[in-house]
């Protein structure tokens, strides 16, 4: 099995931000780098070298920690913590700028994430670099990890547990909300795989709504000649169901099997309307395009040629997973590219990977 992040060198993430920094306003925004270190406990240094608590931080997205990572953060703005920001000295972290802004940073509010990764052991590289450009070429199902369901791969049977009163909720708010991302995610998952093996994941269904690549936006599938074709040329993709009580539906056959998968993990018992707080629903593309793809063969370590390593360079939109890429290309060591966090104050553990932890919360039509 190939091996990634075995040094921090071999994974560098670089996040693509929404908007710049106006250069005014109430919010501080540092750049930074972070190497071999979680987010939180990058945020955690920042804050005390800065002046300000860690729970008023705003993060765009979680990063992993054994990788290199340039990432923004957001702190209340006051005189002093641009020098304070800019003067911090850290064995891992380097503060790259600093700029203010009118917002505190919000999770997602990125465009999208720059992987740069070493894939060692490939085994047979001409085979792996053929499957990388048909990536490029034709996308990848965009699926949730398993780093999405946590270490015992169960956070979607516990969220489904305390949902119905078989056990007690959690008391943190955030690690509730991570736990019912879970539970969409397994049902997105179910649609998606159950697309792939129907053979419609790559394209549009009558009644689907896909999404446009270049806006964002949804729409209704109902000329299904043309929108297969816009698909096939990569303008749309179909999209499945994060759910929740403000997800948009779709119609007909697609909107069928969505609603079977639901009943399936949710029942009769969960009422979305109740559990807006959340998550309000969303909906994903069950396709992931790859953008910027380049790859370099038999790197060099520490002076010493490795033939059956790789570097493979791509762009992939917020919320993507780098290894559903490169897993899609060559087998993978499953307990490589996984990362445990921790959530402050109560020890349960959550997993992230690749690039921002999407809040499942926003429906928004472009």
């Not at 925004?29 to 270190?37: A, D, G, N, S």
């Not at 403000?246 to 949710?266: A, H, I």
């Not at 959530?343 to 932890?357: S, V």
């Amino acid at each position: 099995m190939a091996r990634i992040k075995v040094l921090p060198e071999d994974f560098i993430v670089e996040e693509i931000p929404l908007y710049e920094p106006s250069g005014t306003g109430e919010h501080l925004y540092i750049r930074f780098t972070k190497r071999e270190m979680t987010t939180d406990a990058a945020v955690d240094v920042i804050a005390r070298a800065v002046g300000v608590r860690s729970r008023d931080v705003g993060v765009a997205g979680m990063k992993d920690r054994m990788a290199i990572t340039t990432q923004t953060i957001s702190v209340p703005h006051a005189p002093e913590r641009d020098t304070r920001a800019m003067a911090l000295v850290h064995e891992r972290i380097n503060v790259l700028e600093t700029k203010r802004h009118t917002n505190k940073l919000r999770t997602g509010h990125l465009r999208a994430n720059k992987f740069s990764i070493r894939i060692r052991e490939v085994g047979d590289v001409d085979a792996a670099i053929a499957a990388f450009e048909r990536i490029g070429r034709e996308g990848v199902p965009n699926a949730f990890g398993a780093q999405r369901f946590g270490r015992e791969g169960d956070n979607a049977e516990r969220t489904r547990a305390w949902l119905t009163g078989k056990a007690p909720a959690p008391r943190d708010p955030r690690l509730k909300r991570l736990l019912f991302s879970a539970l969409q995610s397994a049902v997105y998952n179910e649609v998606l795989e159950r697309r792939v093996r129907n053979g419609t994941w790559n394209t549009c269904l009558e009644g689907d709504l896909a999404k446009r690549h270049d806006s964002g936006g949804l729409f209704l599938c109902t000329d299904v000649q043309e929108d297969r074709a816009r698909a096939e040329r990569g303008e749309i993709s179909a999209t499945g169901p994060l759910p929740g009580a403000k997800m948009r539906e779709p119609e007909g056959e697609p909107r069928e099997l969505e609603q079977q998968v639901v009943r399936e993990f949710l029942g009769d018992d969960i009422d979305l309307t109740k559990l807006v707080p959340l998550g309000e629903g969303t909906r994903r593309p069950l396709r992931l395009w790859v953008s910027d793809l380049r790859l370099e063969r038999g790197l060099s370590d520490n002076g010493r040629e490795e033939e059956d390593s790789i570097r493979v360079y791509f762009v992939l939109p917020k919320g993507a997973y780098a290894t559903t890429v490169i897993s899609a290309a060559i087998p993978l060591d499953a307990e490589v590219g996984k990362v445990t966090e921790h959530l402050p104050g109560n020890g349960e553990p959550f997993t992230c990977e690749d690039g921002a932890i999407e809040a499942h919360g926003q429906q928004r039509d472009h």
